[in-house]
């Protein structure tokens, strides 16, 4: 498993952006699906952030870790976002 991990979060005034990255196993060599039945968490995420107009890329390869990248509407605009309290 990973024995480091870095998370960086950039808030600008329209958009927001969380970068996560370890130094674990990674996901193998194949192509990442974020198909429902895949990665249950990751199909998650990818469908909260799409509902509020975000984009989120994750990518990995075994035995150099994982990373996963998403930003979001920020700032007054987004905090109105009604999908928001399905949270």
Do not use: M, W, Y
């Not at 674990?24 to 509020?52: N, Y």
């Not at 989120?56 to 928001?84: C, D, K, M, Y």
């Amino acid at each position: 498993g990973a024995n480091s991990i870095k998370v960086t979060l950039e808030l600008g005034e329209e958009r927001a952006e969380v970068i996560v990255e370890d130094n674990g196993r990674g996901f193998g060599t194949g192509k990442l699906t974020l198909e429902p039945s895949s990665q249950i968490g990751l199909s998650a995420l990818q469908e909260r952030i799409t509902l509020v107009g975000g984009n989120l890329q994750v990518g990995s390869s075994t035995g150099h870790g994982s990373r996963i990248q998403f930003t979001v509407p920020a700032g007054p605009e987004a905090a109105g976002n009604e999908e928001l309290e399905d949270f």
